[in-house]
């Protein structure tokens, strides 16, 4: 099946705050080729997240419950006074970001998913805190995704940050509750947006709704969640079920089908849906068929890298001047490793590879 390439030019206005950003990924630009990897760590179990620290070092979190400070000499120290989390099947200590103004609070966020007071039924948690030293210093739960559910798939749980005061949260729809993903009544299968204090944030679509921390609907399983360097706007990826990975740039209100409209079939192959297409529901930018598995994304410049976790490689987007798809190229396939999760720092690329030997590893792109 060719792959569907959808047209983009929208002005948006820019945040003063990412001058410094954009300054730093402007130098960035095609590079579409791998001209060194350093391994920075190993030995983590199933790393899932990463940030990296204004002063060098890094926070990584691995899926069995455990947010990881790792030292400029690849030295790793296991922060105390994590909240309990609840590592069943896919779920665990997930997605990581740091508050833009880290460097004078030291303030962090981390999707954990954690189970109610019966034991079995779970969600994506959302908290923040502070590091200070080798402990998450006063962890307060900022977001809750309800209901929680006795199933271990499909939490989402990747952040963003726009803004000092605008929290992006992935959902996805739990495996067992597509249906539920064009509802306003649950948070299953949605992109919310809250304010850094925890409350809806006061610009949402959905504000008189059951769930007005909803900024878009209609999402399967939302694994790689960027921003945009210039516009500042959210992009994301998810994850199809056979077929039908797609990436989509965001836009407040939007319902991007799922599971109305898709294009991959059950892993039976059996039809999920006749369509492809529907009015008042978006189309991806660019899908996948088959599927990736993607998992991690970033900006490069104006690019997308994108790790794949099926086929083992880090995906390198080339996109036009109206941020259209028009190259692919793969890279680190000499890993054999499933990548992540990807994030840039600076001029470098850092990408984590999920197994119980995982690491932390730079990748020097030439340019």
């Not at 006795?150 to 749980?157: A, D, Q, S, V």
Request: charged fraction near 15%; hydrophobic fraction near 40%.
């Amino acid at each position: 099946m060719s792959l569907l390439l959808r047209h983009f030019s929208r002005v948006f206005s820019v945040y003063s705050a990412l001058t410094i950003s954009v300054l730093m990924t402007s130098a960035l630009a095609h590079a579409q080729s791998v001209s060194s990897t350093t391994v920075i760590t190993d030995g983590l179990a199933h790393p899932w997240g990463v940030a990296a620290l204004p002063d060098g070092r890094f926070l990584v979190t691995e899926r069995p419950g455990f947010i990881t400070l790792v030292d400029t000499n690849g030295q790793k120290t296991r922060l105390a006074n994590v909240p309990a989390v609840t590592a069943q099947r896919q779920g665990g200590a997930l997605g990581i970001a740091l508050d833009p103004n880290f460097a004078q609070n030291n303030t962090f966020y981390v999707c954990l998913v954690t189970a109610d007071e019966t034991g079995v039924n779970t969600g994506s948690t959302v908290f923040k805190g502070q590091l200070v030293g080798t402990q998450f210093v006063n962890p307060t739960k900022v977001f809750e995704a309800l209901p929680k559910v006795p199933t271990g798939f499909h939490f989402g749980c990747r952040l963003a940050l726009t803004d000092s005061n605008s929290l992006f949260v992935s959902l996805g729809d739990r495996g067992s509750f597509k249906a539920r993903t064009q509802d306003l009544t649950s948070h299953f299968g949605k992109v919310v947006r809250v304010t850094t204090q925890g409350q809806a944030h006061p610009e949402n679509p959905f504000l008189d709704s059951q769930v007005p921390e909803v900024f878009s609907i209609g999402h399967r399983n939302v694994q790689g969640m960027t921003v945009h360097p210039e516009t500042n706007r959210v992009w994301t990826h998810e994850h199809g079920p056979k077929g039908g990975d797609e990436i989509n740039p965001l836009t407040k209100g939007a319902n991007y089908g799922w599971p109305t409209i898709t294009y991959g079939v059950n892993y039976n192959g059996s039809i999920i849906t006749d369509k492809t297409a529907q009015a008042g529901m978006e189309q991806p930018l660019h899908y996948w068929d088959p599927s990736i598995a993607p998992s991690g994304m970033a900006f490069y410049g104006d690019d997308l890298l994108v790790g794949s976790l099926k086929f083992r490689y880090l995906n390198y987007i080339d996109l036009d001047e109206n941020g259209r798809v028009i190259k692919e190229t793969k890279l680190l396939e000499e890993l054999n490793a499933r990548i992540r999760d990807v994030i840039v720092s600076g001029n470098a690329v850092y990408v984590l590879t999920d197994a119980p030997n995982g690491s932390l590893i730079k990748v020097d792109l030439a340019r």
